[in-house]
């Protein structure tokens, strides 16, 4: 079952880069806007997109911070790039197991502890998101008077979710293992993020760091998002661009394809209508993000490593 399930991810995968080559093949127009976007947009996304990785590097220093590792910031940032980059080619976030395999190797951080403590972020990640994307759902309501009955339940629920997760400290040894392997794996992956999440909580200072980084890091790629909207002359207001950002944060959810490349693409397709794009810019947006990111992630890590390679032999 497990080996089918890896095949079929790839398969997966492999159709939905088959379909985008498909559809920028026949709709050569959105490809050239896309190749038409004037640099200075270009230059701003990039820095933007350096941002949001430097901040991810800064969520590593902190986590081993409270375990009492000192990792220096720089190589907090080259941590963050190539898990980044493991998650743009690999499956289900491969980058995270990088991060983990690297950090216990270098400054022999138990895989347990970082894998916990990443699982515990998504409650905050996600209990923000759901919140900001509900908000932002209520605000369109009122002013546009447009509504999305699946959205209002969808981000309603999983705010009550993680909201229950982050208020009720859960007895881990009093849940038990279901027999059957699936359930078994389900349950592991809950007891994780609980397990992580009470790593998380019992320490104050780690705990508002998070959240503090998750705020910030919210604002950076709202910022980011908006700017990739008017590289492309599509015509949002910033409510929409605070839900589109909010979807592609709990795209996370369904990541079984390397990056989301096409649950996010799918989701924003379904939204469209409250999001106010058409489905031929979206897939513009994604050809604008997912590139340009993939170029960032690139340049950035043969500089890191160029520079992390020369200190070593000095």
């Known amino acids: 079952m497990k080996n089918i399930w890896k095949y079929l991810k790839i398969v997966i995968t492999v159709g939905i880069i088959g379909y985008f080559i498909?559809?920028?093949y026949n709709n050569r127009a959105d490809l050239l806007v896309v190749l038409q976007?004037?640099?200075k947009y270009l230059l701003v996304i990039f820095l933007l997109y350096t941002l949001a990785f430097f901040i991810n590097g800064i969520f590593i220093k902190i986590i081993l911070k409270s375990f009492k590792k000192t990792l220096p910031?720089?190589?907090?940032?080259?941590?963050?790039?190539?898990?980044?980059?493991g998650n743009y080619f690999l499956p289900m976030r491969g980058g995270a197991a990088i991060r983990s395999v690297y950090l216990k190797k270098k400054f022999d951080f138990p895989y347990s502890h970082f894998v916990s403590t990443l699982y515990g972020n998504y409650i905050i990640v996600f209990l923000v998101s759901s919140f900001i994307g509900l908000l932002s759902l209520i605000l369109i309501d009122i002013k546009y008077s447009v509504s999305s009955i699946p959205l209002y339940l969808f981000f309603g629920g999983l705010f009550v979710v993680m909201l229950v997760l982050s208020l009720v400290k859960f007895p881990l040894e009093k849940i038990k293992e279901p027999k059957r392997k699936f359930f078994g794996k389900v349950v592991g992956i809950v007891k994780n993020i609980l397990k992580g999440w009470n790593i998380i909580v019992d320490d104050k200072e780690l705990l508002f760091s998070l959240i503090g980084l998750t705020v910030v890091n919210i604002f950076v790629t709202n910022v980011l998002f908006y700017v990739q909207f008017r590289a492309l002359n599509i015509d949002v207001n910033l409510l929409n661009t605070v839900l589109y950002n909010a979807l592609s944060s709990v795209s996370l959810l369904v990541s079984i394809t390397p990056g989301s490349l096409g649950i996010r693409e799918g989701i924003f397709s379904i939204t469209s209508d409250i999001l106010g794009i058409a489905n031929e810019q979206i897939m513009q947006l994604a050809l604008l993000d997912r590139g340009v990111s993939v170029i960032v992630l690139i340049v950035l890590f043969v500089v890191l490593y160029t520079t992390v390679s020369f200190k070593k032999e000095i």
Do not use: A, T, V
């Not at 910031?73 to 980059?85: D, G, V």
């Open 22 to 24: 498909y559809y920028f």
């Open 37 to 39: 976007i004037s640099p």
């Open 73 to 85: 910031i720089f190589e907090s940032f080259y941590i963050s790039i190539i898990s980044s980059l």
